[in-house]
């Protein structure tokens, strides 16, 4: 579901948004001019370190932040300036901001209360969203007597009870623990195809994105680096920043990347390389650490300067530290990087590596 | 930048500031007459104005005989509750036992009830007891309200104490003592100079319950009772005031910043 | 740098042995905390409180003035008259409207400082709202005397306005209106709620603080007005801010007899009556009677409020 | 006589007095008066005064104890003295007791059971203070207009424009007022009432509510309630209009046919006086024609001690006449009212009932 | 480093320890009957889900909680009731707790000062420990002044000073993010080994685990459910808890387990089983979902009702839902549990799937 020029109006357009907090000196340029369109019934994430502008885009469709320049359509009309009342959008927060003094059952209903919904239909499409959600029977308890998870499922429901025609979520999943998240994120992406509503997904978790979206869109210092299928973002990142921010790469610039690959600045995942004989290596030098994952077993290989990272798949032979190895790789595994300065310094002070005990 | 949400509906601006007049048209008018030329009874507005009661209130001996004894008292009020409300909030913070409620009721009660009462009350226990009214008798119907003051502070500052700063005290060698030197009372310091402050206000201001224990003695309040209902140079009263309000505004400052819920964190 | 060498520990000292018996024994540390207040609040405070009581079963000797130490509970039949019933009734309803105002009044304020007033501004409410606290209550009664005799300053603002008619109008309503506004129910009215303002704002401010953002956002997401979500979230959530500036509001003008002396029509509140009957009259075992009903009111009152979670907001 | 003191021995430096206001003056208002530095230096005893708004007041502060003297009023002094709260006063130690005016030398306020308790300080009367604007040269000539709903000469009602004193003694205004309005009632003594006349002062109470806006309860707020509250008319004290006619209002006093009650106050000694050589020697002062001229000028009352009534600067040579000097008999003086009453068979209402019941007719009961 | 008899007394030794919080009714078996001996010089971390005890056993090593029952020793030398200034031993808590009213300098410096050193002393070491954690010149600022992982380090340089025989660290990572905490692991590890400090680490984190420890112990309600070196937790888990808490785990019991593996209770991991030819396949099915993580493509297969999940490496060619596919393993690769049925009930509430959207 790549974007598409298509006659039907987009599920949610941003057009030059700029969103500028506090004046004069001390100001924060928190999004920094963002174009997007989102399809409808896409599942759509923002994918960025902490304070890159995620929750500020998010809030700014909710209706939370108006943006200081730039307009905003959803479903092809302007509501830039709308209060979030009055906004065909629903919003799942972090917090799950439960109302503590309802009962479960009036927390779900109240987006119907509102609306002036009778009580009876009420209560019955409250059950009806508690049961979507697998929660039948919590109706009359507080949002205090519920676990993290259950909590995030009623804050699901209370939103999706209005029907939106998109649901916003700003790391929905942030507060649970790895199992419960994992089991979470396959229910919500479920629960996304058999509704058939439009998601913007906020993550800085790269593997959430990358198993959950359609598209994702990476934000970096208040500006969208790229935006693309998950496949398009770890195998093509069009920036260094990208590909140091998903998942595990090797960078390489300049010399060394002349050197081994021919090009200027590229990209290897670590998972790419293999270990094999000196015969056709594209590279060799001696092991300095040897980190066991589990599902792999990660090489540190300083090849001649260049620090390489090899990750071997289980059951392969693991060598010591200090043997001398010889590294393969595909030419199709070496990504050419496009060459852009700015990012390439950020990328650098985010994943500088200062190994902590070397000073002393 | 466009208009935000956060920004206040003009209504709701209007009748905040509007109350906020409200509390303020009083201190406008204790300052006017604090110059006017009348001194027995004052009438709307005041014909004419003068500078001269602030020299005879300087001048004033009794003014000065019941500030003094309204501050000792309000000194030794808040000092006894500063010791008792912290030793009952840092019993009370975070433990749970049995009675706590009953007890954190009994802290909350001497301001719950009418100041009328506790007066009354300390009064006939004094006179069965035969106790001769004297500073102490003000100071122990003081201390009793004040502690609550105190108590809710230090109460709260406690419960937003980090339990892991007490921990990571002891861990690094340092006993019971040594934790309550270094972490504890520095973290609780401005909740307790913040209430210490309310507590010296409301002891400074307070006229009821002194009424019953301060026997012949004169506090500031109770000078100022006398003055207003037999009034000899009524502008006197009002210099006081203007005096009290101005000397008393930053303190007040100085209490909210320091109680201000900060963001930071660590 | 050999850092697996530990520090050689000192020699366990009085300070240690304490520390060590208080840190075993949790118990222990928690009776010495709480020794000091509760001698303090049990003895002195509650004591008081027992004596009182006790004087309200001693009658006065009518003649001499003394007080007779006979038990009776002639202070209580007596309490039960019409009158006195009267002035106990009157000072209840008009403390809680005085609450009821105070709230009203109180809210738009609090909620202003709590959800928008930032930096200066907030610090400059804040100050506000305390200075009158700080400046002598009864200066500022008298000023207010000066603010609402029948030729003082609202009624000469009135004038200016040509609004003497709406005053008139207020002062005619039967039962709280009166020569002017400082010799009628109104007044007291008025000056009560000033009076205590300050004490219903600040804890209501700290109650809407602690509501989160997040929350008030999600009414609006869900499509709510600011009007519902008023309604629906901040007020339920305030509620214990609002109770505790309650009991401040309540509990004051229950007790207070220099208001009504000053402002007012001359009919007696609670705080009159008991001080008149304890100082005036000497009638020490009636006024304890007497001051059996606030003690009642303010008791049912604080079991009200303590389960609208007030006392955590005080 | 026991327990009285027979020699005067050194002052102990300080002498705690509770008085009414503006009755032991030391020139902190008015240079002119002041009567008490004087004193203080002459005999080392310095002096400290609590004042006492209402005789109720200076009985409980009494009862309290921790003072040497106070300035009670009759219905005060009687309270006291059966309470055993003060002391008999032995008159050979105060020199000028002879010069006491005759009619109160053994006024019965202080002096009972043989026994004098107290040294005569002032007295005076409780006068219809009134607007002159208003009245015009009509001046009120009986308490009615301050009792009874009507128009006043101004053409307008005097509801809300009048005001009565704000303590149950008042009921002895009523009473009085009643002697002479309605003589079937049978009223001798406004302080020795019958259930019935009782009931019927209330009555008259009760209808009075009705025009009092509110009541006096001291006299400062009195001065600013005819200053800026429309006040034109009320029971009140010489005192008040001195300080009103001396701010240049139209403010005049008069003293009604029915007549007027008033107060005559003695300086009486509390029993465990810790200070008796410096007390006696204040009764002693307090007698001195000049102290007793300047205070009758200061508080518009009149002289215990007749001397003074001749030469004093401030007071005048009329000043004694003009404050009722000559009306003696035409006052009720307060007295406490007690069931044991000589006038009606011991069967009066008494002073505990005339509380309670003050406090109901102000609740509109 | 495997547990063994040596004569030199354990760091730390737990014999029995219990912890129950509450009474009566209500009261909660925080810990219940752990029975442990930590070699000195050991990186030793318990690892568990939410609720499972490691915090609370971390406090009672560290003398903040004190056991219910048991006895706890500490090199050698029983510590069971002493307060915790009392004991060599120094906490890293998870949230830092450093001093906000003391410069970060005083921080570091307050163990020594509540034993007395002099001023100059403490200044000196305080600086040497901020030296040894890269932290030069940071002395003079405040705790609220730092970013997380400057205050992290902070906290590890004031329990450092103290030079404790043992040194406990509550999820000293968790607040960090992802990159940081990437990098923090390594300066971590490479920090214990230049130390020889005795570190235990909590955390909930498997791959944290598995890449920094000597051996792990993995917590489950309160009890150790296995003791082991990383490859022995992930490649020989004794319970079917542990198979599914550390990493991606196909558990099969009873009749699908006999049929596809002969044992009646066997664990295989997902990126042990590969796709191929219908030739020698060990089981077939069909692919009902396929989820894409970047270094690697899980497959959920259907194999004749039993779900079967397979990790694809990249580069492998990814079938579409619905295509039938057969799958292969090694008979190594086939792991027999042992048959513990309280902890196998555990197992399945914890993991058991199901997919939120299909009760709709
Ligand atoms: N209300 C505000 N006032 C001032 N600055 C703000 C405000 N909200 C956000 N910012 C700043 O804007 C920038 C972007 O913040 P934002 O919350 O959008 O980041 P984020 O990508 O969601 O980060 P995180 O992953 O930490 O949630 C940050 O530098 C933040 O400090
Ligand atoms: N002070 C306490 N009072 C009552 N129960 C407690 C207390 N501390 C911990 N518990 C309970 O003991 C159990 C174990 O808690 P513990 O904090 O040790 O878990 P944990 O493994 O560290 O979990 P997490 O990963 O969430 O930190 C939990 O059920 C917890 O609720
Ligand atoms: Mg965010
Ligand atoms: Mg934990």
Redesign the interface.
Known sequence: MVTRKVSVPAAVQLEGVHCVFGTGERAVRAVDGVDLAIAPGEFFTLLGPSGSGKTTVLRMIGGFTLPSAGRLLIGGEDVTLRPPYARPVNTVFQDYALFPHMSIADNVAYGLMVRGVGKAARRRQANDMLALVQLDGVGERRPAQLSGGQRQRVALARALINRPQLLLLDEPLGALDLKLREQMQSELKALQRQLGITFVFVTHDQHEALSMSDRIGVFHRGRLEQVGTPQVIYDRPATRFVARFVGAANVLDDDAARRLTGHVSVMLRPERIRLGGAAGARAGGTVSEVQYFGAFTRVRVNAAGVGLQADLPPGAAVPEVGATVHLHWDASAVHALSDEPAAAATAAAVAAPAPLGAAA | MRSDPSKAPLALKLSAWGVIAFLHVPLVLIILYAFSAEDKSYVFPPPELTTQWFAVAWAREDVWAAIRLSFEVAAWSTALALVLGTLAAAALARANFFGRDAISLLLVLPIALPGIITGIALRSAYGTLQIPFSFWTIVVGHATFCVVVIYNNAVARLRRLNPNLIEASMDLGADGFQTLRHVVLPQLGSALLAGALLAFALSFDEVIVTTFTAGQQTTLPIWMLQELIRPRQRPVTNVVAVVIIALTFFPILAAYWLTRPTPESS | ???????P??APSL??R???T???RPGLL?LA??A???L???V??????L??LA?AFFS?D?????VVRELTLKNFA?LL????L??AL?TVVMASAVTLASIV??F??A???A??ARGATK?A????????????????L??????L?????VS?LAAQLHLTWVLEALLGLPGIG???L???TLGTFIVFV?MW??FM?LPIQASI?RI?G??I??????????G?TLR??IL??ALPGIAAGS??TF??T?????VP??I?????Y??Q????????????PF??AF?LV??VV?GVY?WFA?RLGA?DA? | QKGMLQKLGKGEGQVDIVAWPGYIERGQTDKQFDWVTGFEQKTGCKVNVKTAGTSDEMVALMNEGGFDLVTASGDASTRLIRGKKVQPINTALIPSYKNVDARLQKAPWHFEGNTHYGVPYQWGWNVLMYNTTVFKDKAPTSWSVVFEEQNLPDGKSNKGRVQAFDGPIYIADAALYLKAKKPELGIKDPYELTEAQYKAALELLRGQRKIVGKYWHDAFVQIDDFTNEGVVASSSWQFQANILGSKKRPIATVVPTEGATGWADSTMMHADAKHPNCAYLWMEHSLNPKLQGDLSAWFGSVPAVPAACKGNALLGDEGCKRQGYESFDKISFWRTPVAQCASQNNQCVPYHKWVSDYIAVLGGR
């Open positions: 740098m050999n850092l697996a060498l530990a520090l520990t000192p300070r240690r304490i520390s060590d208080l840190y075993t928690l905390l709480l000091p207040p509760l303090w609040f049990g002195i405070y509650v004591g008081a409180l004596t009182l004087n006065l009518d003649f001499t003035g003394q007596e008259e019409g009158a006195n009267d002035v009157r009044l109180a738009p304020l909620y202003y400082m959800r928008h610090a409410l804040y100050l506000a709202v305390m200075l009158p606290l700080w400046s002598s209550y009864l200066v500022r008298y000023a207010w005397k000066l603010l005799a029948k030729e003082g300053a000469w009166g020569q002017s400082s010799f009628s000033y303002l300050p704002v603080e989160p997040s929350l956002e999600a009414s609006g997401d869900l499509g709510a007005a600011p519902i629906r979230v339920p959530l009991i401040f509990s004051l229950l007790g207070d007899y220099i002396q000053v007012g029509d001359s009919t007696m609670i705080g009556v008991v001080y008149l009957q304890q100082g005036t009259a000497g009638n020490v006024a304890a001051s606030p003690i303010i604080l303590r006392f005080l």
